[in-house]
Nanobody, 120 residues
Framework: QVQLVESGGGLVQAGGSLRLSCAASGSIFSMNAMAWYRQTPGKQRELVADISSGGSTNVRDSVKGRFTISRDNAKNTVYLQMNSLKPEDTAVYYC??????????????WGQGTQVTVSS
């Protein structure tokens, strides 16, 4: 089993910055793609950014130039650096990871979510 634990959310004023972290632990043989999603009440969860095991990234247009995704493969951790935050970035942010366990099973795992609130 693989667990994802997120941290770094909180309340920040518009224009401020936050850095989210998501650490994976458990019976991990290898980590493949990792990603950050966000969700607001009444809306579908949306992809914010993802990163392959080799470091290739994809960032949604609305956060390009403000958000950066990165990962530390040695720590099985993915980060989301969020700068120039706007009130519309307010959401619960979820980490997602594709992993192969020590038992050879490939599965998708989700974190519990961390609240990001940007005040105007």
């Amino acid at each position: 089993q693989v667990q994802l634990v997120e941290s770094g959310g909180g309340l920040v004023q518009a224009g401020g910055s936050l850095r989210l972290s998501c650490a994976a632990s458990g019976s991990i043989f290898s980590m493949n793609a990792m990603a950050w999603y966000r969700q607001t009440p009444g809306k579908q969860r949306e992809l914010v950014a993802d990163i392959s095991s080799g470091g290739s990234t994809n960032v949604r247009d609305s956060v390009k130039g403000r958000f950066t995704i990165s990962r530390d493969n040695a720590k099985n951790t993915v980060y989301l650096q969020m700068n120039s935050l706007k009130p519309e970035d307010t959401a619960v942010y979820y980490c997602k990871a594709e992993a192969i366990s020590n038992y050879g099973f490939r599965s998708v795992y989700w974190g519990q979510g961390t609240q990001v609130t940007v005040s105007s």
